[in-house]
C-alpha cells in the first residue's frame, strides 16, 4: 500500500489502497468509516513509506560504517506531523485530492491529530520552577538552546 502509485495513476492507486486499508483495519464498510478511522490508516500509510526509505538509509550507513548523531531538544515543540509528512514527501495534493474525490476533507482529518506541543505556556513556567533555586542563591542559569 503506497503513496505514490503508478506514474500515470497515483491519485487512483492511493485511493483504492486507502479504501482497502480502511475497511481492513477497522473491520467495517468504508461508508462507516470515521475521520478518526481515517487518520490512523493515512498516519500508518505516511509511516510505511517513511519506513521503506529508512531502512534503505540505515542499511547504507551500517554497511559503509557511517557514525550518526542525534539530538534532542525539548524547546522544540513539533506541533502536528501528518500535514507536514505529507508535504515534505511530495504526495499531499494526491493524498488530498484523493481522499476529496472520497468525500472526506484532508483538513478534517488532520483536526484528529493531538498537538504534540504544549500549547499553554507550560513549558516556561516549568522552566521558572526548575530555575528558582538558582535566582534565590543570585545566579542566573546558564540556558542554551537553537537560538543562543
Known sequence: MVLKGAADQPKETFKRAFVARVEALCGKPFAESTARDHYHVLGQMVREHISRHWI???????A???????????EFLLGRLLGNNLLNLGVRSVVEEGLR??????????????????????????????HRPLRLLCQRP?????RG
Do not use: F, H, M, P
Open 56 to 62: 534503505t538509509t540505515n542499511e547504507r550507513y551500517r
Open 142 to 146: 546558564d540556558r542554551r538552546g537553537i
Open 64 to 74: 559503509q560504517r557511517w557514525k550518526q548523531v542525534y539530538y534532542l531538544s525539548i
Open 101 to 130: 474525490e472520497l468525500g472526506i476533507r484532508l483538513e478534517d482529518v488532520e483536526e484528529c491529530e493531538a498537538d504534540a506541543g504544549l500549547g499553554n505556556g507550560a513549558l516556561v513556567a516549568d522552566e521558572r520552577r526548575q
